[in-house]
């Protein structure tokens, strides 16, 4: 497939994850979907084939940076070099402790899915852009990567450390060509919301990855 390029969304699910790959693969990208479960990524990308978008998937934890780093690498091969990589895996419920009860083991899972895996997806994916001469790298996170909360500890300390390096990635980028850039969704994605239903969300990343501008974007108001 030389000469293609694809979107990879690591994380992908049959909300937002779908609506992406629809809203990409309308514009003729080839769509990779990275989790955990082979069954579901088999339901999506068959759904997203009937509609004439071609989608694969390739299942990888992304607390096995490993792993995550091979299932890009296997994407990248089947597909076209990744152009647009978004990660936006939806954090587990025991990363979500009240910051008393806190210890530093609890922050083990936070951080591998929200700085380790990052940084193995991007090192996979970066020469490939570089060779491009473009590329897109969309950070999806909560709105405890903006405001901690003192409920969700082990989310908030993670996505900061996530939003950091974001940060660090949008500053040594830009001048190559490669955007990077986080959108942070408050609340729960819900369908039919004005702001998050997922189409209306998949439309913004869109709109992020043409438009080029700025490192954080927010897709409502905090408090919505």
């Given at each position: 497939?030389?000469?293609?390029?694809?979107?990879?969304?690591?994380?992908a699910g049959?909300g937002?994850?779908?609506?992406v790959?629809?809203?990409?693969?309308?514009?003729?990208?080839?769509?990779?979907?990275?989790?955990?479960?082979r069954?579901?990524l088999?339901?999506?990308s068959?759904a997203?084939?009937?509609?004439g978008?071609?989608?694969?998937?390739?299942?990888?934890?992304?607390?096995?940076?490993?792993?995550?780093a091979?299932?890009?690498?296997?994407?990248a091969?089947?597909?076209?070099?990744?152009?647009?990589?978004?990660?936006?895996p939806?954090p587990?419920?025991?990363?979500m402790r009240p910051?008393?009860?806190?210890?530093h083991?609890?922050?083990?899972?936070?951080?591998?899915?929200?700085?380790y895996?990052?940084?193995?997806?991007?090192?996979q994916?970066?020469?490939?852009?570089?060779?491009?001469?473009?590329?897109?790298?969309?950070f999806?996170?909560?709105?405890?990567?903006?405001?901690?909360?003192?409920?969700?500890?082990?989310?908030s300390?993670?996505?900061?450390?996530?939003?950091?390096?974001?940060?660090?990635?949008?500053?040594?980028?830009?001048?190559?060509?490669?955007?990077v850039?986080q959108?942070?969704?408050?609340?729960?994605?819900?369908?039919?919301?004005?702001?998050?239903?997922?189409d209306?969300l998949?439309?913004?990343?869109?709109?992020?990855h043409?438009?080029?501008?700025?490192?954080?974007?927010?897709?409502?108001?905090?408090g919505?």
């Amino acid at each position: 497939m030389s000469g293609m390029s694809s979107v990879a969304i690591v994380g992908a699910g049959p909300g937002l994850g779908t609506a992406v790959a629809r809203r990409f693969g309308r514009e003729g990208f080839a769509v990779g979907l990275v989790a955990r479960d082979r069954g579901r990524l088999d339901a999506i990308s068959g759904a997203l084939a009937a509609e004439g978008v071609t989608a694969r998937g390739f299942a990888a934890d992304v607390r096995r940076p490993e792993r995550l780093a091979a299932a890009l690498g296997e994407l990248a091969d089947a597909l076209g070099t990744v152009e647009v990589l978004q990660y936006s895996p939806v954090p587990h419920r025991d990363f979500m402790r009240p910051v008393l009860e806190t210890r530093h083991r609890d922050l083990v899972g936070p951080i591998e899915f929200s700085v380790y895996g990052p940084v193995a997806a991007v090192q996979q994916v970066l020469p490939g852009m570089r060779r491009l001469g473009r590329g897109t790298i969309l950070f999806v996170n909560g709105g405890s990567a903006a405001v901690p909360h003192p409920e969700r500890a082990g989310t908030s300390i993670a996505f900061a450390a996530e939003s950091a390096y974001g940060h660090l990635l949008h500053d040594r980028l830009a001048s190559e060509g490669i955007h990077v850039a986080q959108l942070i969704i408050p609340g729960t994605i819900t369908a039919g919301h004005e702001r998050k239903d997922p189409d209306v969300l998949a439309e913004r990343l869109w709109t992020l990855h043409r438009e080029r501008h700025g490192f954080r974007h927010y897709a409502d108001d905090l408090g919505g």
